[in-house]
């Protein structure tokens, strides 16, 4: 089958992998559809370490095609929505209802595939870029089936991420300002987040001036291509600032252009060594620092309370979908993410 394999040294779309059966509580799905993140590119230029070779992707969505022994909540034809949380379900954080923080979820990749006879790896317990793979059962999430898959694959990360960040971890409330620095596929979430939330006023933040029109679609009120003129339009500063870029620079913007009692909240990935620095004195207005892994989500209630907004009209996900690329174009949507020219591409089987 086919799917796009990192080596360690290029990514290239190979022909010959194979996966094997799901065990017990575990479901195998053939995917539709695969949102490219920049996660995926930043394992490719090292700013994720992770075991190589490994089959990228972890945003997709397809159909249920067998389930192994004690699975009963899907069953084979199922849509299903995919995340990457392959918590065990039984420990202290996982009852708490916090599986984000589930140690069995975090640093320990499995090897579901092979090539040649040789055992690959999987990413971030997903890799939906494969026309098959084998998930947890618990990471596989049942859509409606009028939900296009293109855009339900993009719930899986992009959206628990920056919704999730908005709704779970920051706790936005409706009359709150917040700003948001970068407007891709994780900031425009953000911004919709805030936007379903009830803010106020929703200040995005980007360095490139053609993102305006879909920021705004997306619900924010005011665009700015440097954090210069945030102060002008909210002269106390930010009730909640999201960084989702990924460099320290921007992440000592966002705590500084923080109001009283103000939230930063880091979403981008920077290198795993980049330090970070703040005035100290600054923090004694009851400011906090937030990091939020996975918007801070629980899949199995909030994939499927986000399709439901879709199905309202509340929540924007076709309008996601920049541009959609069949597998073997990965190159091409590479590329694309990397300039900046999509939102979302998204690769298709």
Do not use: W
């Not at 080596?7 to 539709?32: F, H, T």
């Not at 709704?167 to 987040?193: K, Y």
């Not at 300039?339 to 690769?347: D, H, I, K, N, P």
């Amino acid at each position: 089958m086919r799917g796009v394999l990192f080596d360690g040294k290029r990514v290239e779309v190979v022909d010959d992998l194979e996966v094997r059966d799901p065990g017990p509580g575990e479901v195998l799905v053939a995917i539709s559809a695969a949102g490219l993140c920049h996660s995926d590119l930043s394992v490719v230029d090292g700013t994720i370490p992770f075991p190589v070779p490994v089959v990228l992707g972890h945003e997709g969505a397809g159909v249920v095609e067998a389930v192994g022994a004690g699975v009963t909540h899907v069953v084979p034809g199922d849509h299903v929505s995919l995340s990457t949380l392959a918590n065990c379900g039984t420990c202290a954080q996982c009852d708490r209802g916090r599986p984000t923080m589930c140690r069995q979820a975090i640093g320990r990749p499995g090897q579901p595939f092979t090539r040649g006879g040789r055992p690959v790896y999987q990413f971030a317990s997903n890799s939906a870029f494969a026309e098959r793979t084998v998930v947890k059962a618990v990471q596989a999430v049942r859509i409606p089936k009028d939900i296009p898959l293109p855009s339900a694959a993009l719930i899986g990360c992009g959206v628990l991420t920056g919704v999730g960040a908005v709704l779970n971890r920051a706790r936005v409330d409706r009359g709150e300002s917040v700003l948001v620095i970068g407007t891709g596929g994780i900031g425009l979430n953000v911004i919709q987040g805030a936007r379903i939330a009830g803010a106020l006023r929703i200040v995005a933040v980007d360095a490139n001036p053609a993102k305006e029109a879909v920021a705004r679609q997306f619900g924010a009120t005011d665009f700015l291509t440097s954090t210069d003129g945030v102060k002008d339009i909210l002269p106390t500063g930010a009730d909640h600032a999201f960084e989702c870029v990924g460099r320290v620079e921007l992440i000592r913007q966002a705590i500084d252009l923080l109001d009283r009692h103000g939230q930063a909240v880091l979403l981008g990935v920077p290198p795993a060594t980049a330090e970070a620095s703040f005035l100290v004195s600054s923090m004694y207005l009851d400011k906090s620092i937030l990091g939020c892994r996975y918007g801070s989500s629980r899949p199995q209630r909030d994939i499927a309370r986000y399709a439901e907004l879709y199905r309202a009209g509340r929540l924007l996900l076709d309008e996601l979908v920049t541009e959609t690329y069949p597998v073997e174009d990965f190159a091409k949507a590479e590329a694309d993410a990397e300039a900046g020219r999509v939102a979302r591409g998204v690769l298709t089987f």
